[in-house]
């Protein structure tokens, strides 16, 4: 009995984990690809900044209760570490986690999808001046 407990346990942080990391890469992602689409004028990387900062919020607000919101494999494997978690129990982080933010990345690419066409003609490009790579990822700039 105390298994199935422990498993109910595990379950409700890998729910915890994936939607808080579903909002935080919804939010943070949603944020960047509006500024990549609008135009110079009307860009504002301090608005992204402050959507990111939301993101984390909102992810704090939906899991932290359940799970500590770690939002993030790196510091549920250092907790892990640090024993603090169990390994069943840190796979399960990590599983939503990954879950959640791989689901929050292709919500921003569908919810874009006319933009992402505009901008580089339907043709994907990661890099370059037709690039929606960085939109979802950190993108060194050219010759570095």
Partial sequence: MAKVKELQQYSAQCLAEFFSTFMLILI????I????????????????????????????MIAGPISGA?????????????????????????????????????????????LFNRFDGSVRHIAGPQGTGDIFFTIPEDGV
């Avoid at 494999?73 to 933010?101: D, E, H, M, N, W």
């Fill in 28 to 31: 943070g992602e949603a944020s």
């Fill in 70 to 114: 770690h939002l993030n494999p790196a510091v549920s494997i250092s907790l892990l570490t640090l024993r603090k978690l169990k390994p069943i129990q840190c796979l399960f982080y990590i599983i939503g986690q990954i879950l959640g933010a791989f689901f929050g990345a292709l919500f921003v690419y569908f919810l874009y999808w006319s």
């Fill in 33 to 60: 690809a509006q500024y990549k689409f609008s135009p110079p004028e009307h860009r504002s990387i301090v608005a992204v900044n402050l959507s990111f900062g939301i993101g984390v919020y909102t992810a704090l």
